[in-house]
């Protein structure tokens, strides 16, 4: 990153992914116990990217007068490597995946609402549009004007 800020005294020599990298080391071809000056160097870079893109999405976010940092703050934060935010994107994707599949899961299992009494396909709870009395949701079936004639022709 552009400029260098000095760890936290509090984080100082506190090791953050210890067991991580090590994992990683291991993984690309070292010892299974590498060396504590290479896992602290490491930590010490990988908590600084993390510190750096933090700092960087939260000027983003300060920038377009917001107090929480969003999504698109770190993307923003990391737009100059076109490999990184790829992978951000994938995942980001990837997890809306997942929770449309749970969410689909769920109403299969009938977890949700009055789903399983209704035959499905209509949505989740109380159908868009529909009103707490009786008679028929606004949009469905005849137009606006006929619906309240129905309604008088029943009774």
Sequence with gaps: MTEVRARAARHKGQLNF???????????????HPLPETIRLLDEIVTDFILETCHSAAKSAAYSRRQKIKVDDFKHAIRNNPDMLGRVQELLGLDKELKEARKQFEVG???????????????????RGRRKGKGKAVGEGAPEGEEDEEEEDEE
């Excluded at 210890?18 to 299974?32: H, N, T, V």
């Excluded at 299992?109 to 159908?127: F, M």
């Design 109 to 127: 299992e009938g977890k949700v609402g009055l789903e399983r009494g209704r035959g499905g396909e209509e949505g989740v709870g109380r159908a």
């Design 18 to 32: 210890e067991s991580e990298i090590k994992q990683l080391l291991y993984a690309f071809g070292d010892s299974p």
